[in-house]
């Protein structure tokens, strides 16, 4: 009889270790098996050989006739499990399909061109003088930053990346944040390199994604795998590349169990490789470019447009939404977007009308002077409550009595609500009815998703598109002239310490969505407060200035960079019971004699969630050993986030 160590792909053992179990047969480390766990059969992975136990074992149910998975995915599970305080099932989860039949035929490897000389299937725009000096200095396996402005050809320079990689008979993995980002770059990688490319994501079946983690696990030659975090787990025997595109989408933090950031996963996983990792973004991350320099990592600027072209940049327009006479048609949409949208139409061209809705943060905002209210302590906006007319700060539980008039300039109007994407809609389509205009949010049924409209949008079918976040990002759009963001400054409201880098990250996005050298091109940036710093340096491009403002603030008020955070939520049938257990916990850890520091106990922002009230702590500290070791203490009832990318 063997022993064996198993990882088990089953998020209900919470458990550190790896389970043994017993075979007849020697099997190799890598293999893939189905074994009991309880009551059910669940897939697993043989980690190590194990000693005869004391114990009375099962026996391993079946041993799937596959290839080990690469050694170097077993110590990347090895190094999630030290440092994610998660359980081992749900690790295990990320490396393996959800099921696998007992029988199944499949290829060992699909036919594909020769990797000699890959020539793209259609003539590829020459390199700049910027692009070929990028390609220069990624010259060794290293984490290099791309800071390369919207239109400046990141894209450009990650297929000459691949091109490189592939020719050295090694794989390549592109990351993207958003499926809807997927048709485009499966567009311009496969027109490069063909059927070497594999796409995955989760919207596809069960079935067809067990299928791709087949094909990828029996290849023979090195492929191109284009997807969502999850691909970085794809079971390719020898990578070296991995681009992680859009690098500061906050949608790269895996929020379940094992709570992992997709760069330091990356990071990993290119180091056990020996890959090249490219983080590829015109916004870089605030602290991911901290990071950098201070590792002294290679930090790459891309500043001019690819496309050779004699048109303008885009002319960038700021109007004040508090004065009223900019808006005489229409109570959200100025004159001046009006103008513009119907010039772009009789043109036969795009507009994008962008709103930020994310969250259920409500504005506590002066109407006539853009006072905010803002926590003293933090210096994060408070939310309003309307149950208790309180104004409350989510991180730090600071409680004050709403205001019923501006105390600056003592206006009446405080302004307690905002709109969305649909009310929007209703609007343009009153002034435009024979437009053709198409809303992309997160309430898209799967027919309505960008992803499924791509080539119709792409080609000009559609003439206004509305929405948020989603189309903020990455897209390129030949016939789009005219960029509308309806409230500017509404991220800024949200009681966040990302709420300034969010703000400034979705403006300098959606405004890259023209000026890429397509056409002219027009913004015009609706806000309450015109003169807002953050604001300002977006519509001007003034990166510098506001990474070094931003940062200062961090260093004040000890945010990342500059600690590591964790974040601790309870649940009660009351709000009193939470606040109960919240402080039970505070006294646990400070008994504990942990270096860290506790901000709260506070309601969460979204503090009651069906039936129940949710408070949480906040921990920050110098040495994130202290928050694993604080993990380890918690009671039942408790969530967490470890390395938590905001606070919401």
């Known amino acids: 009889m063997f022993y064996y160590e198993v990882i088990v792909s089953d998020a209900s053992y919470q458990g550190k270790k790896a389970l043994t179990y017993g075979s007849e047969r020697k099997l190799a ?41 690469p050694g170097q995915l077993l110590e990347l599970a090895a190094w999630l499990a030290a440092y994610y305080p998660a359980g081992l099932g749900s690790i295990g989860q990320q490396f393996l399909p959800r099921a696998l039949p007992r029988l199944f035929s499949f290829a060992s490897d699909e036919p594909r061109s020769s990797l000699e000389s890959l020539e793209p ?55 993207t944040p958003e499926i809807a980002l997927t048709p485009q770059l499966e567009r311009n990688f496969h027109n490069a390199f063909g059927d070497h490319v594999i796409v995955t ?5 069960e079935s067809e994604r067990r299928k791709i983690w087949l094909q990828t696990l029996t290849s023979h030659t090195p492929l191109l795998i284009i997807g969502p975090r999850s691909a970085l787990f794809s079971p390719l025997k020898d990578v070296g590349l991995i681009v992680i595109d859009e690098s500061h989408e906050p949608s790269y933090k895996q929020e379940q169990s094992p709570h992992y950031d997709t760069g330091k996963v990356a990071a990993k996983l290119a180091s056990l490789h020996q890959a090249t990792l490219v983080l590829g973004s015109a916004t870089p991350a605030i602290a991911d470019y901290f990071l950098a320099t201070q590792k002294q990592k290679p930090v790459l600027r891309m500043h001019q447009l690819a496309r050779a072209n004699s048109y303008q940049p885009p002319n960038i327009q700021i109007v004040n939404l508090r004065d009223r006479a900019h808006f005489t048609k229409e109570p959200h949409l100025s004159d001046e977007l009006l103008a513009a949208i119907e010039k772009s139409l009789q043109a036969g061209e795009q507009s994008l009308l962008f709103l930020n809705r994310r969250g259920t943060a409500r504005v506590v905002l002066c109407e006539q002077c853009g006072w905010q209210a803002m926590c003293e302590h933090c210096d994060l906006p408070l939310t309003y409550h309307a149950d208790s007319h309180t104004m409350r700060c989510h991180t730090c539980g600071r409680v004050q009595p709403a205001v019923n008039s501006c105390p600056v300039c003592h206006n009446p109007n405080i302004v307690l609500k905002s709109i969305g994407t649909k009310a929007i809609v209703d609007e343009v389509t009153a002034v435009f009815p024979q437009a053709k205009i198409q809303r992309f949010d997160t309430d898209n049924k799967r027919a309505e998703r960008i992803e499924q409209h791509y080539d119709a949008i792409r080609s000009g079918k559609v003439d206004i598109l509305i929405g948020t976040q989603i189309l903020a990002k990455g897209l390129d759009l030949p016939k789009l002239s005219v960029v509308g963001v309806i409230v500017a400054d509404t991220s800024l409201y949200f009681p966040d310490y990302t709420a300034d880098e969010r703000t400034y990250q979705l403006l300098r996005q959606v405004i890259g969505r023209v000026g890429r050298g397509h056409r002219n091109s027009r913004v015009i940036i609706q806000t309450y407060d015109r003169d807002n710093f953050v604001v300002q340096a977006a519509a001007q491009n003034h990166w510098d200035a506001f990474y070094q403002r931003e940062l200062s603030m961090r260093e004040k008020f000890l945010f990342p960079p500059y600690c590591y955070m964790l974040k601790l939520t309870c649940r009660r049938a009351s709000s009193n019971a939470a606040h109960q257990k919240a402080e039970k916990l505070i006294a646990i850890i400070k008994n504990a004699g942990l270096r860290v520091r506790v ?31 604080i993990v380890e203490l918690l009671p039942s009832g408790w969530s967490y986030n470890i390395d938590p990318l905001n606070l919401l």
């Open 599 to 629: 901000d709260g106990p506070s309601p969460s922002a979204h503090e009651k969630i069906g039936s129940k009230y949710q408070w949480q702590l906040v921990l920050k500290t110098k040495q994130r050993t202290e928050l694993l070791k």
């Open 29 to 69: 480390v890598g293999e893939v098996v189905r074994v009991p766990l309880k009551r059910d059969l669940v897939l697993g992975l043989i980690s190590r050989h194990a000693p005869r136990p004391t114990f009375a074992t099962k026996a391993i149910e079946t041993v799937f006739d596959l290839p080990p998975l």
């Open 201 to 205: 994501h989760s919207k596809l079946t």
């Open 121 to 175: 299937s259609v003539s590829l725009p020459p390199l700049t003088a910027e692009q070929q000096n990028v390609l220069a200095h990624i010259n060794k396996p290293d984490t290099y930053t791309l800071h390369g402005e919207t239109g400046s050809g990141k894209t450009r320079v990650y297929i000459e990346l691949a091109r490189r990689t592939l020719e050295d008979n090694r794989s390549v993995i592109v990351l």
